[in-house]
């Protein structure tokens, strides 16, 4: 969500090169391609909304009524929704630690994927205890369970690892501090976006009015860096997976 819709999108074309089309939802929802392959929505939020500028992820359900069920269940928010929306149905919420999340039930434009090289690189989770949260998710969305097509998950480098047909689309880490205001280290969700050139996005990003979050890490094998959009939106730009192959299957 964008405080202003035509510069959000002038923003991250030029950083990401991404190309936004309308939707029947109207003129203030657009999504961004890259490629030809939808990556990303950005949608105008209403000026009386007294909220932060942020990217939220979504995620896809056979029954929003039901995993919205789920969440009340296990002492989760249920904030917005389910609502019907568009194509489908949505609802907003919030994990047991405050992190915000979406959920979708019905149709998806087509080719819409994540994960290694693709635009959305992928999701992490930043909160206090990995292990619960991996349980919480894995038992309101169905992770890691015997359906055909259903996510993985495994525990890898001290992360909870998530992959989906083969492609990392979620890590979760622990250890965030409890209550502190700073978004890098408050529970929440944070998106990586796929670059070919992480340097000439962080130029681009910088001369169009956002700024360095957090830089990258020369000494590791990461290549990303962290920024706000001039909405204040948090994102990382990477140009490799930082998530190693071997795995520990949770059980």
Same mark, same amino acid.
């Given at each position: 969500? *964008? =405080? ?20 029947? +939802? ?7 391609? +890259?490629? /030809? ?11 009386? +909304? @007294?909220?932060?500028? @942020?990217? $939220? ?10 995993? *919205? ?11 917005? /929704? &389910? ?7 949505? #609802?907003?919420? @919030? ?6 999340? !979406? ?11 994540? !994960?290694?090289?693709? #635009? ?7 909160? =206090?205890?990995?292990?619960?949260? *991996? ?10 369970? #015997?359906?055909? /097509? ?22 979760? $880490?622990? /250890? ?11 529970? =929440? ?21 956002? =700024?360095?979050?957090? &830089?990258?890490?020369? @000494? ?5 860096? $962290? ?5 204040? !939106? ?10 190693? #192959? *071997? ?5």
């Amino acid at each position: 969500m *964008a =405080r202003d819709l035509p510069a959000a999108e002038e923003f991250y074309s030029k950083v990401l090169g991404w190309a936004f089309r309308p939707t029947r +939802l109207g003129e203030e929802f657009s999504v961004g391609f +890259l490629d /030809g392959t939808p990556v990303a929505g950005i949608g105008a939020l209403a000026d009386s +909304l @007294a909220v932060a500028v @942020a990217w $939220t992820p979504y995620f896809a359900v056979d029954d929003a009524d039901a995993t *919205a069920a789920r969440i009340n269940e296990r002492s989760a928010t249920v904030a917005v /929704g &389910p609502l019907s929306f568009g194509t489908g149905r949505a #609802a907003l919420a @919030a994990d047991r630690d405050g992190a915000v999340f !979406g959920i979708w039930q019905g149709k998806a434009i087509p080719d819409w994927s994540m !994960g290694t090289d693709k #635009a959305p690189a992928w999701l992490e989770l930043r909160t =206090r205890d990995a292990f619960e949260a *991996a349980i919480f998710y894995a038992e309101v969305l169905d992770w890691a369970c #015997a359906q055909p /097509g259903c996510c993985q998950v495994a525990y890898e480098e001290d992360h909870v690892v998530l992959r989906h047909q083969g492609d990392v689309v979620a890590r979760i $880490t622990g /250890g965030a501090a409890g209550e502190a205001p700073d978004p890098h280290i408050r529970p =929440r969700w944070h998106v990586y976006f796929y670059v070919p050139d992480v340097d000439s996005a962080v130029r681009t990003a910088v001369g169009l009015g956002g =700024r360095i979050a957090a &830089p990258a890490r020369p @000494a590791a094998a990461e290549d990303w860096v $962290t920024l706000f959009d001039p909405d204040g !939106g948090l994102f990382t730009v990477t140009s490799n997976n930082p998530v190693p #192959a *071997a795995a520990c299957p949770l059980r």
